[in-house]
């Protein structure tokens, strides 16, 4: 008699969806990841503009903004305050890409520009230029976001989360559009290229027109909207497009490290949940590890299942490059709320019983007879749909053969052994 194995498999696919951009091409993508520049607020800093790019699919990737002598690219991005605002520093996420021209991946410790303009008088485009200051190296604080190679062609892709006080502070007037620009001042003038990071999700709270690009070395003499280079870059489902960057008034840095919480629950599975908060630059990163297991980004609560005692460990990281000091929480995860007994008699049954208080679903079991004269009943498995707590569920098994035999069931995580004597259709003196 034939037995089916069930089994049952959650497979999660990660699509990582990357373009690449020539010289004269304006977009290049990197690996997406969900945006980490959410709104917060401080009382000794407030935040009082943010805006994220968002792009439909699991596409992300990087737009020119660099600096040299064949030209200089400029992304720019629109934005209001509610209210007048002194600005005194500035987030965003950038980089270097197609860095296998250069020296790979790393940090080339560039300047970086930032310049600010009017409005055109209709939203759409920007206007006067009305603040340009280059950034030093030295007053730019990084924390590493991310880095890849393409394993078709060798490509590779730098960024980081950058923050910096502003040389001088500027104001800007309430319900007034203006337009920003953040690039990298290329030295060398060779590749690598820098970059302006965008994401493949939208949690903006202002959306004004779409990012605008132009750069005369790759084409584009007249300001030209994102979303129209990434049509032409083959996104085939573009949305309206905003840089990634933040504003600060006030004048305090950001020197302090995030708060990372551990909510623990449940008993098996153990349930662990990760809530991160900073009070001023924004968490970038929570990470985790249980036992003696390697750290991971923290994305979503974790669930344990091997019984016994474990300790979880975590911390996180800002924007502003501050790292938390690690942190641990024992736990505890329950033996399964299962008993199981193996019987005799006409053939094999083995009664499994809830012990717990809550409902248990897809159990799996198998049972398995090692008697050498076994001919029917040798193997057999399957799954438990349901059971209530107090319930119980017997599981019989047809066996045909002679001669002692040792009796194997495992149910979920859940393994009982007996042995008996089997003689034609019944088993005998099964302990």
């Given at each position: 008699m ?20 020539s010289s004269?091409?304006v ?9 980490v ?13 943010d805006n ?7 596409r ?19 934005f209001?305050l509610?209210?007048?605002q ?21 940090d ?12 055109n ?6 206007g006067?230029?009305i ?13 590493f ?9 060798g490509?590779t892709?730098w ?7 502003l040389p ?5 007037t ?22 302006w ?14 990012a605008?690009f ?8 007249d ?11 083959g ?20 020197d302090?490290p995030?708060?990372?919480?551990c ?6 599975p153990?349930t ?9 630059s ?13 750290f ?5 609560p974790?669930q ?9 460990y ?5 924007i502003?490059?501050?790292i ?6 024992d ?15 006409f053939?094999v ?7 717990g ?6 159990i ?8 050498k ?13 349901a059971l ?10 047809m ?10 069931a ?6 009982t ?10 088993v005998l003196?099964?302990?």
């Open positions: 034939k037995q089916n194995n069930i089994i049952k498999q959650a497979v999660v696919l990660l699509l990582m969806a990357l373009m690449v951009a004269s091409v977009l290049a993508n990197t690996n997406t990841h969900e945006s520049n959410q709104p917060q607020t401080s009382t000794y800093r407030d935040l009082v503009w994220v790019l968002g792009v439909a699919g699991s992300g990737g990087i737009i020119v903004a660099t600096v040299r002598t064949e030209g200089t690219a400029f992304p720019a991005d629109d209001q509610t209210t007048e002194t600005v005194t520093s500035i987030a965003w996420q950038g980089g270097y890409f197609q860095c296998q021209l250069a020296e790979g991946q790393k080339y410790h560039w300047d970086w520009n930032i310049v600010f303009w009017t409005d008088g209709a939203g759409t485009t920007p006067t230029e603040y340009n200051q280059t950034i030093s190296d030295a007053s730019i604080t990084r924390s976001w991310f880095n890849y190679t393409r394993p078709d062609n490509n892709y960024t980081a989360n950058y923050s910096c006080d001088e502070p500027i104001t800007f309430a319900d007034t559009t203006y337009w920003i620009t953040i690039h990298a001042i290329q030295t060398p003038n060779t590749y690598p290229q820098g970059s990071c965008r994401h493949n999700s939208s949690q903006s709270p202002i959306l004004l027109h779409e605008m132009k750069g005369v070395y790759w084409g584009y003499t300001w030209a909207t994102i979303m129209t280079l990434l049509v032409a870059g996104d085939p489902n573009p949305l309206p497009h905003d840089l990634n960057f933040q504003l600060f008034g006030g004048e305090a840095t950001d302090t995030p708060v990372t919480t909510a623990i629950t449940g008993e098996n153990v662990i949940t990760l809530t991160a908060t900073d009070d001023m924004g968490v970038n990163h929570t990470f985790y590890k249980i036992d003696d297991g390697t991971a980004t923290y994305t979503a974790v344990v299942t091997v019984p016994g005692d474990h300790t979880v975590f911390y996180s990281t800002d502003a490059g501050n938390e000091t690690e942190k641990s929480q736990f505890t995860v329950a033996a399964p709320p299962l008993t199981v007994t193996i019987k005799g008699g053939g049954s083995v009664v499994v019983k809830n012990t208080t809550a409902n248990l679903t897809d799996a079991w198998s049972l398995n007879l090692d008697g004269l076994i001919f029917v009943g040798k193997a057999k498995s399957g799954t438990i749909d209530a707590p107090g319930e119980s569920f017997t599981i019989k098994d066996v045909v053969g002679f001669g002692k035999t040792g009796i194997t495992l149910v979920g995580d859940v393994e052994t007996a042995s008996g004597m089997v003689l034609l259709v019944f003196g099964v302990k």
